[in-house]
C-alpha cells in the first residue's frame, strides 16, 4: 500500500485518522499496547488519539465481542446466540444462532488478539490487514467502491449482527469492503454522530482510494453523457448561452474570470467565493445548478442566500462559514 498517499487522499474526508487493522495468530507484538475495552473499541484509540493498541482474552471488557472475534469462548448464552433473543425480543432464536456461528463468528484461536493503529503510524515490520475509516455518508459511498472499481463486486452491508462482526470477521471471511452504520454497541463505543457511518476497506484495494479521491471526473461530462436530446437541459443550457452571449460585464464578471468559472448571470462575490470553496470537479457543475434555480425562482442576481437556498432545496444542507488557520475565515461545502 502507498501508505502516505492514502493517508492524504482521506485527510478531511475521515474522522480522525484512518486505522490499519491487524490479526495476531501467534502473539502480540511489544509495539502494542492492551487495553480494556470492548472489543471494537480499539478502533476509537486509534483512530481519535493516534495510539497502538490491542485487545485479547484479557484484555477486553466484553465477552460478546471477545467470542465473536475467537479470543474467548464466552458462555452458553453467548455462544448459542440466546443472549440476543434474550435481551432483544425482535430476535428469534433461529436468527440469534444464525449471528453467532459460522461466517458472523472467527474460530476459537483464530487469533491471539487484534490490533489497531493509525494508518500513518504502523509498528515497522506489521501487515495491514485492512483500514477502518469513519465517515459521513457521501464519503462512504466514494470510499466504498475501493474494490467495485476494480472489479465490479459491490461492498458487503450489515445490520442485526454485532459490529464486531462488521469490523474484524466479515472482512477476514470474505475479503470484501463492507459498509456498516454498526450495531448500537459499536456506535456507542466509537462515538460515532448520527450522521457518521464505518467503511472496512481491505489492504488489497486501498490504493485505488487515491484513483477515486484524488482522480478529477468529469461530473459535467457524465452529466451530459445521460440527458436524452429531449431533455430541457438543452434547452437551458441553450438559453445560457445566449444570455451570456448578450451578457456584457455585470456584477461579478471579473472576481468569476479570477475564479476561473463561468457564468451568465449577475453574482455576488461572495457567492462565488462560496461555489470556488467546492472540491473542483464540482464547481462548473454547481455554477450551472445554481443559475438553473436563480433562473426557475426569478432572481435577478445569485446571492449568498440564493446558493444557500438551492443547496438547501438540493438536500445538501447549508453553507457554514468556519474558521480557518491563523484567524481567516472559509467557506465549508457539504462534500468537504
Known amino acids: 500500500m502507498n501508505i502516505s498517499a492514502i493517508c492524504e487522499v482521506l485527510e478531511g474526508k475521515v474522522r480522525g485518522k484512518p486505522v490499519a487493522v491487524t490479526h495476531f495468530p501467534d502473539g502480540i507484538p511489544d509495539s502494542y499496547t492492551g487495553v480494556k475495552v470492548d472489543p471494537c473499541g480499539i478502533l476509537r484509540h486509534a483512530m481519535d488519539e493516534g495510539r497502538v493498541v490491542y485487545f485479547d482474552r484479557e484484555h477486553q471488557d466484553c465477552l460478546h465481542g471477545a467470542f465473536i472475534t475467537g479470543v474467548h469462548e464466552g458462555n452458553e448464552q453467548i455462544s448459542s446466540g440466546r443472549i440476543l433473543t434474550d435481551y432483544i425480543p425482535a430476535y428469534n432464536l433461529d436468527a440469534a444462532h444464525s449471528f453467532n456461528s459460522g461466517k458472523s463468528v472467527l474460530p476459537q484461536g483464530t487469533v491471539k488478539g487484534i490490533g489497531a493503529a ?16 469513519v465517515c459521513r455518508p457521501q464519503w462512504a459511498g466514494m470510499i466504498g467502491a475501493a474494490r467495485s ?49 464505518f467503511v472496512i476497506i481491505p489492504s488489497k484495494y486501498a490504493d485505488n482510494l487515491v484513483k477515486i479521491l484524488a482522480a478529477t471526473p468529469d461530473v459535467k461530462g457524465l452529466y451530459e453523457a445521460t440527458r436524452p436530446e429531449d431533455s430541457e437541459y438543452w434547452e437551458k443550457q441553450k438559453a445560457k448561452a445566449e444570455r451570456a452571449a448578450q451578457r456584457e460585464g455585470g456584477s461579478g464578471t471579473d472576481k468569476a474570470a479570477e475564479l476561473g468559472l463561468k457564468i451568465s448571470m449577475d453574482w ?6 462560496m461555489i470556488a470553496g467546492a472540491p473542483k470537479f464540482v464547481r462548473k457543475f454547481a455554477v450551472g445548478n445554481v443559475e438553473d434555480f436563480a433562473e ?3 432572481y435577478d442576481c445569485v446571492t449568498v442566500a440564493v446558493v444557500e437556498e438551492q443547496m438547501e432545496n438540493a438536500g445538501m444542507g447549508r453553507f457554514k462559514r468556519k474558521a480557518a488557520s491563523g484567524g481567516k475565515k472559509r467557506w465549508w461545502w457539504p462534500f468537504q
Not at 493509525?118 to 475509516?133: F, Q, Y
Not at 442485526?160 to 456506535?187: I, K, L, Q
Open 149 to 197: 472499481v476494480t472489479d465490479g463486486v459491490m461492498p458487503s452491508t450489515a445490520a442485526g449482527n454485532s459490529f464486531c462482526t462488521d469490523a474484524f470477521v466479515t472482512p477476514w471471511y470474505e475479503d470484501n469492503v463492507v459498509m456498516t452504520p454498526g450495531d448500537y454497541g459499536g456506535r456507542m463505543n466509537n462515538k460515532l454522530k448520527p450522521e457518521e457511518m
Open 118 to 133: 493509525p494508518l500513518d503510524n504502523v509498528p515497522a515490520g506489521i501487515e495491514v490487514h485492512w483500514i477502518v475509516v
Open 268 to 273: 455576488e462575490e461572495a457567492a462565488l467565493e
Open 296 to 298: 426557475e425562482k426569478g
